[in-house]
């Protein structure tokens, strides 16, 4: 059983490209993770390097390219599609024998900042209202005495 559940997620199609989902991905779970090349041309150069667990990043991102049917690093991608691609290496990955808790813990990650990524949440902010005008307090200085 896995931590992270597949739920349902309200989306507005299309939300963004894949170059900016991958972009959205390195801001929640950091450079270390995926190190992504933000001027890519292609599939191929969308990482600036070698991050964690990069063998299973590259898989989790060529699946994503796939399902959404991708052509170009900014074609559009969508929720359902990213999920599809993801939900089963995530599976693999947790139900392996040879998984580690470190790349466990990514996958399920990965597979939990896709969620997010494509979650709209009203940002409703309550209604702001006037900053609290504290009082000012003097306190009188004391001398020190010198102890001799």
């Known amino acids: 059983m896995t931590g992270a559940r597949m739920r349902p997620i309200p989306i507005q199609d299309p939300v963004m490209t ?5 972009q ?4 929640r779970l950091g450079h270390v993770h995926l190190p992504v090349r933000p001027q890519a041309a292609g599939l191929p150069d969308v990482f600036e390097g ?3 667990h990069h063998e299973l990043a590259v898989t ?9 049917r991708c052509r170009h690093v900014r074609d559009w991608v969508s929720a359902e599609a990213c999920l599809r691609a ?4 995530h599976a693999a990955v ?4 040879h ?5 466990y813990r990514f996958s399920e990650g990965f597979l939990a900042a896709v969620q997010a990524v494509f979650e709209h949440k009203p940002r409703s902010r309550p209604p702001k209202s006037p900053e609290p005008r504290g009082q000012i307090l003097s306190f009188p200085l004391a001398r020190r005495r010198a102890h001799h």
């Open 24 to 27: 959205a991905l390195e801001q």
């Open 60 to 68: 989790l991102v060529r699946a994503i390219y796939t399902e959404n």
């Open 99 to 103: 998984t580690d808790i470190d790349t």
């Open 94 to 97: 947790a139900h392996a024998d």
């Open 18 to 22: 894949f170059l900016q989902l991958l």
């Open 86 to 89: 993801v939900a089963p290496i």
């Open 50 to 52: 070698c991050g964690l």
